[in-house]
């Protein structure tokens, strides 16, 4: 890790107490920095909260939202629960993958957009419901799916 990396770092540790209750919270401020859980920021968050590195690596793996490859700055997750997959999930995700050149699980090579599939939001009404960097777009037609995200 860079200098400011670490420095970065050292502020989302100065707003926690240094114990094991603070680990989800630092987790969560680290992912949202980087845009996943780096491997030495993982070891800096156990050194600090005195928990061990398979605590932390425990709890990264656990969550969904949690990741510890890069993603891009722009997260982009399209529903496929069982409305959605009516609605015509599987069309809206053609059309990502196409315009994106990636296939979900998968990053472009430019560090801007990740694209995952999600089993259910609850946002059934809506459907198909695509999410943007946590803005949710429903009733999404196909031929829209790429301007939201560009959009965005």
């Known amino acids: 890790m860079t200098r400011q990396d670490l420095t970065k770092l050292t502020a ?7 114990d094991a209750g603070s680990l989800i919270g630092v987790l969560q401020d680290i992912q949202r920095e980087f845009h996943y859980l780096p491997r030495e920021a993982m070891t800096k968050t156990a050194e ?23 993603r891009g700055d722009t997260i982009v997750r399209v529903c496929k629960g069982t409305a959605c997959h009516i609605k ?26 990740t694209l995952e599939v999600v089993n259910c939001v609850g946002a059934c009404a809506m459907a198909p419901v695509m ?16 301007k939201l995200v560009k959009k965005d």
Do not use: W
Request: hydrophobic content about 35%; glycine content about 8%.
């Open 12 to 18: 989302i540790f100065d707003h926690y107490p240094t």
């Open 48 to 70: 600090t909260l005195g928990v061990p590195l398979s605590k932390v690596y425990s709890v990264a793996t656990f969550y969904n939202a949690f990741s510890l490859t890069p």
């Open 88 to 113: 015509g999930a599987d069309l809206l995700l053609d059309q990502l993958e196409s315009g994106l050149g990636i296939k979900p699980g998968e990053t472009t090579e430019d560090m801007k957009y």
């Open 131 to 146: 999410i943007v960097n946590n803005k949710y777009h429903g009733n999404v037609a196909c031929n829209r799916a790429l």
